[in-house]
């Protein structure tokens, strides 16, 4: 889109619009996410979404799916671990860092090769971190600078 020939008000009209659809494709995919989450109904997209971006979002959803059922557990309490650093740790005081280690031992054998979406599960239960590769077409990715 050249926004260089548009006007304020063109510019407000598409900027309203694209948040607008933005909003509506997140909320599809969040149901879409959660009925198949718990076995719900099938979700049926807004008519305001094109179809490929209806794919775009089923396509994210089939991943989040396959990630939330594929759990990494670590033994780490991040939220402890979180308590015990501090803006100042850098990760650069050795000493620092193995008692830190000490107080907080990862929990894991060695290291994993995740290949496949996952998520990563502290001991608490609480997601950490969500692995989503391909989750996003290379459509979606495109940047024009």
């Not at 619009?17 to 995919?29: I, N, R």
């Not at 979700?43 to 179809?51: A, F, G, K, R, W």
């Not at 671990?81 to 050795?94: A, R």
């Not at 502290?122 to 950490?128: F, K, L, N, P, V």
């Amino acid at each position: 889109m050249n926004t260089s020939s548009m006007s304020t008000c063109d510019i407000k009209i598409w900027c309203t619009w694209a948040l607008a659809v933005t909003y509506e494709a997140g909320e599809y995919t969040e149901q879409k996410f959660n009925a198949e989450k718990t076995g719900g109904e099938p979700v049926i997209p807004s008519p305001n979404l094109d179809t490929d971006l209806v794919m775009v979002c089923d396509r994210l959803a089939d991943v989040l799916i396959k990630a939330y059922t594929n759990p990494i557990k670590m033994q780490i309490d991040v939220a402890r671990y979180s308590k015990l650093i501090s803006q100042k740790n850098t990760g650069h005081n050795d000493e620092k860092e193995e008692k830190l280690l000490e107080r907080c031992r990862p929990g894991h054998e060695g290291t994993k090769l995740v290949d496949k979406p996952a998520t990563i599960i502290d001991a608490s239960g609480t997601i950490i971190a969500w692995y989503l590769p391909d989750a996003l077409t290379e459509t979606t990715q495109v940047h024009n600078v």
